[in-house]
């Protein structure tokens, strides 16, 4: 089957069979080589690049469909996904455009409503779990720096905006670098990953203090070897001490 | 025009010009006589209460619904409302039941899909400032208090519930007294307001120290006569200070 048919399939039975007028998309951040990234799909035949996204089956809860979604798209299963926010303006982008760059369907073909809503999660993984895939709509499913995106499809730039704002949030009261470092990881690390949520510069010292007086991570005996200067302690999280003090609401970082 | 005769033509409206499937409900949250409150509605001729609520117009932008929704079923103008959750279960409720208990029309009669996806906002208002008003849908829009709702229509006690977990964390970055409190107040009704939130008591000694000290607030020389106890001095947010702070990130309260 020809690309052009497999597209009016997909939309076909989008027209049918799921909610209409709506989407969900997710934005996976990922921390690698000391870069905040997010994960992107190239759509086939085109150099156009936008977030994993798709819709809800008429009986399929809208959590469900972020997790099939992201499954079908870019091949990763069972994420913690966080819905974070409701995309609604009457004009998100030019969907006449959007189709035109994409080879899509004429949207006046379509039973699909003029507008899509679309619900955004956002996930945090560790980089270093996750073989992204691309799918049959794709030709390129792969990570960008969130400080170098490119022109993204839809509204997919300001998407990305508000999750970053949500994480920036969310740092205050629940330390992110849980779910998005590999198990052991050196302060300096650590650092620059809040560094790029928050988007300023932090000092080294200070940031050291803060997050050991927090009380949930511990310094290994082990050390980073290899580099070019002094070999960095490694840390992990404590998970017990993380959960207890989660619930406790003692973990406020300013 | 008697009451069947207006849904009929309510729900018709909706069905040819708002976004199938698609609803947005508000959690108004008030604080008066030391309690938290939440705005109901009673619908005519029930002892059913419910959130206020409404759809889409196609060509609307949803946080644009949200405040023409407000104002329309409780004269409520210009909030600031806050989307905070959007609710997408597959079932979230008995429809034919709500129905019933409404005395709606048949859903089997109308165009609208057999699911509704809804989208959450709150907001804080204060409580002194609002004169909530019935529309024609309904008998009766009064304040309850957060601790004895009734059981409500819909999904709504989870959408209340999920409404004030968005206000305890939030808590922790940003202090809401701000907009719920009149103008002057005791550090006993920002405690209580705080306690009602947390759903925990607080140390007064250490609440007041701890809210003094993010140097957002002013005591005044005036103080609450007329109690049975000792007149306690009254309070007000510096807002300029209060601004300052909220941009720097420097206001958690753990």
């Not at 909610?19 to 994960?39: A, H, M, T, W």
Request: net charge positive; hydrophobic share 35%.
């Amino acid at each position: 089957m020809d690309y052009q048919k497999q597209l009016q399939v997909y939309f076909a039975e989008a027209d049918e069979n799921c909610l209409p007028g709506l989407s969900v998309d997710c934005v996976i951040f990922g921390f690698s080589n000391n870069q905040l990234k997010v994960l992107l799909l190239r759509w086939k035949d085109t150099e156009e690049w936008g977030l994993p996204g798709g819709f809800i089956y008429k009986n399929e809860s809208v959590d469900v469909a972020a997790q099939r979604i992201l499954k079908e798209r870019t091949g990763i299963n069972k994420l913690f996904l966080q819905q974070f926010h409701t995309f609604g303006d009457d004009v998100r982008y030019n969907r006449e455009e959007v189709s035109r760059k994409l080879h899509w369907p004429d949207p006046s073909t379509r039973r699909w409503p003029n507008r899509t809503v679309s619900i955004g999660y956002f996930a945090l993984v560790d980089f270093s779990k996750v073989t992204p895939t691309a799918d049959f709509l794709t030709d390129e499913c792969r990570w960008w720096d969130v400080e170098n995106l490119p022109s993204l499809l839809f509204d997919h730039n300001h998407v990305v905006e508000v999750a970053l704002k949500t994480l920036r949030v969310q740092l205050s009261w629940q330390p992110v670098g849980y779910n998005l470092l590999p198990e052991k990881f050196t302060m300096p690390e650590l650092q620059r990953l809040y560094e790029t949520i928050l988007n300023r510069p932090l000092d080294p010292r200070n940031f050291s203090k803060k997050m050991r007086a927090l009380g949930i991570i511990e310094r290994l005996e082990e050390q980073r070897r290899g580099g070019a200067y002094k070999s960095p302690y490694l840390f992990r999280f404590d998970k017990e001490k993380y959960k207890k003090a989660l619930k406790e609401g003692n973990l406020a970082f300013t």
